[in-house]
């Protein structure tokens, strides 16, 4: 993800979970809740429905490629292999690459 970021047919599936997500936030009392508590901690005031809805739009798969990296670069992980023929050798190409 790193390299190439996502295809578009996942990028737009991503953009429309944050769609029903956001559909969700204005039926269930308790997101509300959670929305107004965040609108309030972070900006001090209650964000209208398009404020709220900006910030995802703006999103580009190149800004998914940077955070990509940048968890790569600064984040603990682990590389595991399952299956006949892993060897340490190829677990160990993977951090390199």
Do not use: C
């Amino acid at each position: 993800m790193a390299q190439n970021g996502l295809d578009d047919e996942e990028f737009e599936k991503i953009k429309n979970a944050i769609k029903v997500r956001e559909a969700k936030d204005k039926i269930k009392l308790s997101n509300k809740i959670s929305n107004a508590y965040g609108d309030i901690r972070y900006f001090n005031r209650l964000l209208t429905e398009k404020e709220r809805r900006e910030g995802f739009e703006k999103v580009t798969n190149e800004d998914i490629k940077q955070v990509a990296q940048y968890l790569l670069d600064n984040q603990s992980y682990v590389i595991v292999g399952v299956g006949k023929g892993i060897t340490k050798k190829h677990l160990e190409s993977y951090k390199k690459a």
